[in-house]
């Protein structure tokens, strides 16, 4: 299912593609539901940058999901690489829950809007339910759509909300 995000920020291009390629351990602090992010790896090649962060949540799990869902599975692996010449992102998610079943890939482009800047986020999440244990493989096929459009439903926000968290970062780091 596609992801599809779309936010203007109020600042130059460059401060923008810093905070978001440099800066995110900072900008956590922005963040609704969200803990740390931690830079597990970096290495600089030409005009890129490969980055593996880990995102922390620390949104409680509902009594409902409890057996299912444990505190490790509120963190995910952002594996990005930036490309500084046309100031854009590829990244892939990781899941630590239903690994094997969960996909997502895509792409952030960072656009000059006047004297603002366009985030336009591009993705692609999959969800192969039948792939996690216990799902009878009819049930998980017919589900799944059902289950990727809640999902996306819910991550399209966020992404938005993390845009925000940009903006107000940068507007604290004047």
């Known amino acids: 299912m596609e992801i599809r995000s779309e936010t203007r920020l109020y600042h130059p291009i460059d401060r923008v593609f810093a905070a978001y390629r440099d800066r995110m351990p900072e900008v956590a602090a922005f963040v ?3 803990a740390e992010i931690r830079v597990l790896s970096r290495q600089e090649q030409d005009d890129r940058v490969v980055l593996h962060n880990e995102w922390v949540s620390d949104r409680e799990i509902p009594a409902i999901a409890s057996k ?3 505190p490790e599975h509120l963190r995910w692996d952002d594996h990005a690489t930036w490309y500084t010449a046309d100031t854009r992102c590829e990244w892939r998610i990781a ?3 239903f690994t094997d079943a969960v996909t997502c890939h895509g792409q952030t482009f960072l ?3 006047g004297d603002a800047t366009r985030v336009r986020l591009v993705g692609e ?3 192969a339910l039948h792939a996690v244990p216990g799902v009878p ?3 998980g096929k017919r589900l ?3 289950i990727e459009k809640f999902i996306v439903s819910l991550i399209t926000p966020n992404l938005e909300k993390t845009n925000e968290a940009i903006g107000r970062f940068l507007e604290a780091d004047r």
Do not use: K, M, N, W
């Open 125 to 127: 999440l999959s969800i």
């Open 68 to 70: 299912v869902l444990r």
């Open 95 to 97: 899941t630590r829950a």
């Open 111 to 113: 656009e000059p809007d």
């Open 144 to 146: 799944a759509p059902q």
């Open 32 to 34: 609704d539901d969200v």
């Open 137 to 139: 493989s009819f049930v």
